[in-house]
């Protein structure tokens, strides 16, 4: 289908990008990979009069270590994120979840930085940020600014980011030697998770963190199961007795994919086998 | 000259790749979106949001001023010359059927009819002009769904006074085919097995790879119009029929097709409103859906409630079967669309010798996209409530399902065999093809499996499915579709041409959309005629070249046009025998026709089917009594159908904590008479069982309550992609069941793979969790409905509607138990 007539802007800065968002307000909307926004253009379910590509901008692709994080920029895309070294090391549950967004020309083609903007919540990267802790740098008029990944996460395709500002990067605290699995339920390969858990832990279990995918209007946190398993032993039966927990808090849509009281249910028992594969047991 | 001595090896049966694909893969082709005409417009179609509304009133001057609109037309612009969308299987002759306008002035019935169309210089202007039309409707009651629709409380069409089309009935005992169902089903009650059931066949959406397109020309002397349609013939024929043009003033050309499925078998409101337009402005027109109106407003399939009752002695010796369907059309009566259902009454019965037998279709309308053939068409349904309730009499009887179905099938030295249906096999023999898949299987090892699981209490647990399908194809006997009240014959037409230069055209009147065809037809004239395979052309699809056909669907091209072809091959060899007697002064009798040569027995004299198409075409010197040419052509109607069959057995891997389902093996044994190409049959197969197992697991089309497409987008209707099968196990028997209907022993397999693997996974899957007390999972079997099935007993949650037994009142209700 073809999309409404809107104006191509190509900034090759960040500053130039800001400025032009300036310009245009809630008229323009910003192009990263593009494998969300072009199909809502396409269906004309959006129809933004400008459409600023960060695509140029190469400041803002590219991951580095700085310290007690790594640095992921805004348009490195999902095939990069899993597969970089620095990721594997030190944020392995993000390169997990990289390798399963969509399919193979989705994952070159879509950025981390737009997808987690863009905050689907069934989208695969927003629960692992959140579990990592990851921190959301912001660029505006006047500079930029941090957010935790607590605050970051607001509604529905609603985040922290204002209109006239622009993901640049994410801070991604070291977990290094962190186990980690991201288990994604889904019917078909190519479909949005109905479920997923993004589950990474230290040691066998000293801590764990669960972040949960479409059980709720934002990713989730599964505190409860989170404070069971820390300073556990990695055994089956105690693993899946603190995922029994998981689903608390929770309030996931029902869809024709399923109801919610089937999605905790999945929630609960994927929580425990995404654990139990993150502790290598 | 070509040296025909050094043609190769027979070409029949050999894996030769598709000449047609590197055109077709690359994309470098004449697909109809890719016409371009000097002055051409484009369309915009403006679209019902409401399944079901009055029009009140259109106002189009916002859009006529948008830029490059050359025209906003709505319903009452048009006169009688927009036409009609026929329905051409009127199933019985008090067949209520609802006036279907392609665009309608008053009334819409369905969301995403088309109620005005934007034509403008190009197809993002018409596309952004359609959203400034301003409809005002008034929303009136819509009916959606089968149970509804019979309420007749709310109807789809006020002035037909109900929602019930048609009742089609076949009775074995009134048609002397066989004995009284009653009579059985009273016996089974007191001294024997009674199972009932209720099926729900989904409704599905044939989702082709090209989305449908239209191109109408009207500057000519004839009014072109290409479409991406299967059915090419029939297109032109409807369309002289209902829009007042005569026939010779119609060219129809079907170019390179991307995929039907039967999603393309149709006559749609697209084509007629783009040809009416196209006549107004005089001028060129162009028309491709998006995916989007293609899955609101291409046609549907299947959507029927099957409800079953199969009476058996307590041996599990079936003794009678009782079928009704309750069917919906959607909101319009489409091309075959009541037919669609019928087409199945003669497959409940399958391979099996039952004594009795009775069918009733109930035809239903409602407020939603009108439904039609969809691959397979009839045959899946019936193949599904078959396979499906004879699992159940085997967990009744308490045998393996591969037992009870031997105890019931038409053994291979019973064939001729005439089914209770009326229909006479021709030839098979299920007991080889079981045995070869079993073997392939490994059927044993799987059960043995399956046992320790269970035993173990696995949380996966492994369940193997059976389908023994065989099928009624190559769509056909002229007679028999007249006596069903078909609207058209089944015969199909070819030609051969010898061209001067020795090369080959033949002209089919089938219709490829992705099949092979020009493959395959290539490989039977390269060796009836004995010319290379190179040097044959196959030509289809255009009405200025192929001017007699039926077109493609029903697994017809090649057991129909194939036999045509064969018939029109052999008048030219006639006729060359005859030319080639002249030329080289011996008798008809001594000459011998082998590898495209005519020799004189005995001598080292011949000529080459080459040199005496040349010779033809020169004309110097050929005999009185023939006119020089040695091309021919034929018209084939076969007098029966064609039966292929086949067993497969699907293996299931259910994971009983969350209801995921997982294919662990697929085999299927299909017995098809002779093969022309195991390439192309390989990949129909394979094809055919992805959108076979597709039905049971993924694809389920789901409008609301208010006649919304919910699954309107592959997002929500969801298609397997290749990530999500299994690599199948294709195997044929090793003396496979040549058809004796046509020359070539060729049975159709278009159709075979979707028809058989529906019912082999559902029954794999609940095989796998049937001791946890299930013994039904409604399609698509997602994970949550398995899930739900395993613990529909752990609290009290009321049985849901679809579980319930039908049989009357207080009768006894076999499910429990065994057969008492």
Redesign the interface.
């Given at each position: 289908m073809i999309p409404v007539q809107f104006d191509y802007l190509a900034p090759t800065s960040v500053e130039e990008a800001l400025s032009a968002l300036g310009q245009h307000g809630d008229d323009a909307k910003i192009l990263a990979g593009g494998q969300s926004l072009l199909p809502v253009l396409r269906m004309r379910l959006n129809a933004p009069e400008v459409v600023i590509d960060l695509g140029g901008i190469a400041s803002l692709r590219g991951i580095r270590d700085d310290g007690d994080a790594i640095v992921i920029g805004a348009m490195t895309t999902h095939h990069d994120v899993r597969d970089h070294a620095l990721v594997k090391e030190h944020a392995l549950l993000l390169s997990k979840a990289a390798a399963e967004v969509a399919d193979s020309q989705i994952r070159h083609r879509g950025t981390f930085g737009g997808a987690l903007a863009h905050a689907d919540p069934a989208g695969d990267l927003g629960a692992p940020a959140l579990a990592l802790g990851a921190q959301f740098v912001i660029a505006g008029a006047g500079g930029t600014r941090t957010v935790e990944a607590s605050d970051f996460f607001v509604d529905l395709f609603e985040t922290a980011i204002g209109e006239d500002e622009i993901l640049t990067e994410v801070r991604v605290p070291k977990h290094t030697g962190w186990g980690a699995h991201y288990e994604k339920f889904v019917r078909v390969a190519h479909q949005w998770p109905i479920v997923a858990i993004a589950a990474t832990v230290k040691g066998s279990i000293d801590e764990a963190r669960v972040g949960l995918t479409n059980m709720g209007s934002t990713p989730l946190r599964a505190t409860a199961t989170e404070q069971a398993l820390a300073g556990a032993t990695a055994t089956g039966d105690g693993v899946r007795a603190a995922a029994e927990l998981a689903a608390e808090g929770t309030n996931p849509p029902s869809d024709l994919n399923g109801a919610a009281d089937y999605r905790q249910h999945l929630a609960r028992v994927l929580t425990g086998r995404a654990v139990l594969k993150a502790a290598g047991v | 000259m070509t040296a025909t001595q050094d043609r190769p090896a027979a070409e029949i049966g050999k894996d030769r790749r598709r000449k047609e694909d590197q055109r077709l893969i690359t994309g470098r082709t004449r697909w109809t979106d890719n016409i371009t005409l000097p002055g051409m417009l484009h369309l915009a179609m403006v679209r019902s949001p409401f399944a079901h509304a009055t029009i009140t009133s259109v106002d189009v001057e916002a859009a006529k001023a948008s830029p490059n609109v050359v025209a906003v037309l709505s319903g009452k612009d048009f006169g009688d010359e927009l036409g009609v969308c026929i329905n051409a299987w009127p199933i019985t002759p008090d067949q209520k059927t609802p006036g279907h306008s392609p665009m309608p002035a008053d009334r819409v019935a369905f969301a995403g009819e088309i109620v005005a169309v934007v034509v403008a210089r190009s197809?993002?202007e018409a596309?952004?002009a359609a959203?400034l039309v301003d409809v005002e409707y008034d929303e009136q009651p819509a009916v959606i769904g089968i149970k509804n629709a019979l309420r007749d409380e709310v109807l789809a069409h006020p002035d037909l006074g109900t929602n019930k089309s048609a009742l089609w009935v076949f009775d074995s005992a009134e048609a002397g085919t066989g004995s009284d169902v009653e009579a059985a089903i009273e016996t089974a009650r007191t001294d024997g097995i009674l199972i009932e059931r209720e099926y729900r066949q989904q409704r599905l959406i044939p989702a082709f790879m090209e989305p449908r397109s239209v191109v109408v020309d009207p500057t000519g002397e004839q009014i072109t119009m290409w479409s991406a349609t299967q059915i090419p013939h029939i297109l032109r024929f409807a369309l002289a029929a209902t829009t007042g043009v005569p026939e010779s003033k119609i060219r129809v050309i079907a170019p390179d097709v991307g995929g039907g499925f039967g999603g393309k078998l149709q006559t749609t409101p697209e084509e007629w409103i783009a040809w009416a337009v196209a006549r107004r402005l005089s001028k060129p027109v162009k028309y491709t859906e998006?995916?989007?109106e293609s899955l609101m407003a291409a046609h549907h399939g299947r959507d029927q409630v099957q409800t079953l009752t199969l009476a058996a002695d307590k041996e599990g010796n079936v003794t009678g079967f009782k079928v009704h369907l309750d069917a919906d059309l959607g909101a319009y009566i489409a091309v075959v669309g009541g037919g669609v259902p019928v087409l199945g009454a003669f497959m409940f019965n399958a391979i099996y010798k039952f004594p009795s037998y009775r069918f009733e279709c109930q035809t239903v309308l409602t407020n939603t996209t009108f439904t039609d053939a969809y691959r397979g068409a009839g045959r899946p349904e019936a193949t599904y409530a078959i396979e499906r309730i004879m699992d159940e009499l085997a967990t009744e009887v308490g045998v393996d399902p591969l037992e009870i179905r031997e105890r019931n099938w038409i053994k291979h030295e019973e064939f001729p065999f005439t089914t209770v249906a009326g229909l006479e096999y021709d030839t098979g023999n299920y007991e080889a093809a079981t045995a070869k898949a079993k073997e392939s299987f490994g059927y044993d090892a799987l059960r043995a499996e399956q046992k320790e699981r269970r035993e173990r209490g696995d949380r996966v647990q492994l369940g193997i499915g059976v389908s023994t399908f065989t099928e009624m194809c190559g769509l056909a006997p002229s007679r028999v579709l007249g006596s069903l009240d078909y609207g058209a014959g089944g015969w199909e037409h070819a030609s051969v041409r010898m061209l001067a230069t020795g090369k080959v055209e033949i002209v089919t009147g089938a219709s490829a959309h992705g099949q092979g065809h020009e493959t395959a037809f290539s490989q039977i004239v390269a060796d009836r005629l004995g010319v290379p395979f190179e040097d044959v052309e196959v030509l289809h699809g255009d009405t200025q070249i192929a001017h007699k056909g039926l077109d493609t669907y029903g697994s017809r091209s090649l057991v129909v046009g194939g036999e045509a072809l064969v018939k029109a091959v052999d008048k030219v060899i006639d006729k060359a025998k005859h030319l080639a007697a002249h030329l080289l002064e011996a008798s008809e009798d001594d000459l011998e026709y082998k590898g495209g040569r005519f020799t004189v027995a005995g001598t080292d004299q011949g000529v080459a089917i080459q040199e005496l198409a040349t010779a033809a075409f020169a004309a110097h010197n050929y005999p009185e009594d023939m006119e020089p040419s040695i091309d021919a052509e034929a018209t084939y109607d076969p007098v029966n159908f064609n039966y292929p069959h086949g067993t497969h057995l699907c293996a299931m891997e259910v994971d009983t904590?969350?209801g995921?389902v997982k294919m662990r093996k697929y085999t299927c044994c299909d017995d098809i008479g002779t093969i022309i190409n195991p390439l192309i049959v390989a990949g129909q197969i394979h094809g055919g069982l992805v959108q076979g197992i597709a039905q049971a697991?993924?694809e389920?089309a789901?409008h609301d309550d208010a006649g919304t497409l919910?699954?309107g987008?592959f997002?929500?209707y969801?298609?397997?992609?290749a990530?999500?099968t299994i690599s199948f196990d294709v195997v044929h028997t090793d003396d496979p069941s040549i058809a004796t209907t046509n020359t070539l022993g060729t049975k159709g397999v278009g159709e075979a793979g979707t028809i058989a693997s529906t019912p082999a996974v559902v029954n794999a899957v609940v095989d796998a969790v049937r001791h946890l007390g299930v013994s039904d999972i409604q399609m698509p079997c997602?994970?949550?409905r398995v899930?739900?099935a395993i613990h529909a007993g752990d609290g009290d949650a009321p049985t849901p509607e679809t579980a319930m037994p039908h049989f009357r009142e207080g009768a006894l209700n076999q499910d429990e138990g065994a057969g008492q």
């Open positions: - | 197809a993002a596309r952004d959203e998006t995916r989007s904590e969350t995921a697991l993924w389920e789901v919910v699954s987008s997002v929500d969801l298609l397997p992609t990530a999500d997602t994970p949550e899930w739900r």
